[in-house]
């Protein structure tokens, strides 16, 4: 890679540390008692935890089909600024899929879609068409047939199709008042803060201006994410805290606007807590490469990995100082700084980078219980693992992978208390996952499923929460919420949405100890799926 050359460094190097020196140190907020949070799972079409009662707000962005072939082989589509498809070729027609989620788990019944335009809509797979009208439609959904399938078969380019809401029974009368499903809210209420990594879609992102934002306008959030509205509107609903991670690419307007926005639409007594993108230190992500090729050319150092740490923590002190700025007096915003848990290393490098640590309130860490799995090498492979028993691999995670967890814990801890700072957990909970391969052993993905659903994992996860406690650790935000496990990993807390929380043995940790640390969550009880013509 080339560099820009030295005296340039030089000159942009001293821009950066005049930029920094010129912000004012807000003084560190005030050391917190233990609590719990939460990631919510991302959106996406075979999203399991359905927290819109509008299907279509997670629906796949439009695939483009030409009758007569191979399956996504129609040509480009031609869409409007927020994903709707403004005309249609000959013999072409437009496709989405919607709540692609196995076993039945989610609502049977009639489903009422809404949309305005000219046009023709068409339903298949659990969908089925059973009364039609200029910009309605009533559908049949039977989830056993797995995914609702919708078509756009024509659209009228003067007056094109658009605003399509997909309204699950029982909530046509309220979505527009109460976008969020019942369960949804119930599940998270008392939660001390919603971590919105993976709703906004950031790992990866290709957000740069504030235009290039989802809003509520936006025909899917599975293609940008989440409208900012609505995890405002939801923070504030649930009388959480709000977690946002600014995109690697964002430039200085979007910060300043979508601190703005939050400043103006968030309840004044709920924090905000700050990030920039999400693991900037983790190679396997193209923030951390954006990074590192941003740190080289200022001048930070020639090692990508040391320039992508320090450009993280160079541009977090200027996204900090932007909120600053439009928050005014300190103490609703905490500036947050993240790193890798097993390493603390990286944190001092993070860290002391321009003297980062006085321009932040937290560490954050992601101290997963590990069991990371290679289908070959010297150790423990993914072919000794599938021969194990039950008892065994719980055994292992219990001796092993536990000790190891609380050891990062109580490290990290020293090095947050070093630097004046509180130590929170961007990330938490089991990491038992196959890697190099060894995710396509589906005896040890099998095994590693079983463990999650096991009683005993409930009372590791007991023992993990008091050792976090008992560093002193501050916010732990669990990922993640309710997702679909698979050999990419047993993420979800649990399952489904209208998964009975008591087969949960992890939700059922996590609410006891929010609920001993004051935290005004719901007793979990045997849950039917709501709604008046579910299944």
């Known amino acids: 890679?080339?560099?820009?050359?030295?005296?340039?460094?030089?000159?942009?190097?001293?821009?950066?540390?005049?930029?920094?020196?010129?912000?004012?140190?807000?003084?560190?907020?005030?050391?917190?008692?233990?609590?719990?949070?939460?990631?919510?799972?991302?959106?996406a079409d075979w999203n399991t935890e359905l927290p819109f009662v509008d299907v279509f707000r997670f629906s796949r962005p439009w695939i483009s089909q030409k009758k007569g072939q191979p399956w996504g082989s129609g040509p480009e589509l031609d869409v409007d600024q927020y994903g709707w498809v403004r005309q249609l070729e000959p013999d072409c027609y437009a496709e989405t899929l919607l709540c692609t989620i196995d076993a039945g788990h989610y609502p049977a019944g009639t489903y009422t879609i809404l949309y305005k335009g000219k046009g023709q809509l068409d339903t298949w797979g659990a969908g089925r068409v059973i009364s039609r009208k200029q910009g309605v439609l009533k559908i049949q959904v039977d989830p056993s047939k797995g995914a609702i399938f919708l078509r756009l078969v024509d659209t009228d380019p003067n007056d094109y199709v658009r605003e399509i809401r997909v309204i699950m029974p029982g909530f046509e009368q309220t979505f527009e008042k109460q976008p969020f499903h019942p369960a949804f809210l119930d599940r998270w209420k008392g939660v001390a803060c919603i971590r919105f990594m993976d709703w906004m879609q950031t790992n990866n992102s290709k957000i740069i201006h504030w235009q290039d934002r989802p809003t509520p306008a936006s025909a899917t959030f599975s293609n940008k994410g989440v409208a900012l509205e609505y995890m405002i509107d939801l923070c504030n609903q649930l009388g959480a805290d709000a977690w946002f991670c600014i995109p690697h690419m964002a430039d200085d307007e979007y910060v300043r606007r979508f601190a703005q926005m939050v400043k103006n639409g968030l309840d004044p007594n709920l924090k905000v807590y700050v990030e920039y993108s999400n693991e900037?230190?983790?190679?396997?992500?193209?923030?951390?490469q954006w990074a590192a090729k941003k740190g080289m050319e200022l001048g930070f150092s020639q090692r990508p990995w040391e320039a992508a740490w320090r450009y993280y923590a160079y541009r977090s002190m200027q996204i900090f100082r932007i909120w600053q700025e439009e928050f005014g007096p300190p103490g609703r915003v905490i500036r947050v700084l993240a790193s890798q848990a097993a390493n603390t290393?990286?944190?001092?490098?993070?860290?002391?980078?321009?003297?980062?640590?006085?321009?932040?309130?937290?560490?954050?860490i992601a101290p997963y219980i590990s069991f990371n799995v290679p289908a070959e090498g010297q150790g423990i492979t993914a072919g000794l693992v599938a021969t194990w028993t039950l008892e065994g691999l719980l055994d292992h995670v219990q001796s092993a992978c536990l000790p190891e967890a609380i050891q990062w814990i109580q490290e990290q801890k020293k090095i947050a208390e070093r630097y004046g700072l509180r130590l929170i957990a961007y990330e938490a909970g089991q990491h038992l996952v196959g890697v190099n391969g060894g995710e396509n052993n589906q005896a040890m993905n099998e095994l590693f499923f079983a463990a999650n659903r096991h009683p005993r994992m409930g009372r590791i996860y007991d023992q993990y929460y008091q050792a976090w406690q008992q560093a002193g650790g501050d916010l732990l935000c669990y990922f993640s919420s309710v997702s679909r496990w698979s050999k990419w990993g047993s993420w979800g807390i649990m399952e489904f949405y209208d998964q009975d929380p008591n087969d949960c043995p992890k939700f059922l940790s996590a609410m006891a100890w929010a609920r001993s640390l004051g935290q005004p969550v719901q007793a979990p009880q045997p849950q039917a799926a709501p709604g008046p013509d579910n299944r």
């Open 1 to 43: 890679m080339t560099t820009r050359s030295t005296e340039h460094n030089a000159s942009s190097l001293a821009q950066g540390i005049l930029a920094i020196a010129v912000m004012s140190a807000w003084p560190v907020t005030a050391l917190a008692a233990a609590r719990l949070g939460i990631n919510l799972s991302g959106p």
């Open 280 to 288: 900037v230190w983790n190679g396997i992500f193209q923030q951390n």
């Open 345 to 364: 290393y990286v944190s001092e490098q993070i860290l002391q980078f321009q003297n980062a640590y006085r321009y932040v309130d937290a560490l954050a």
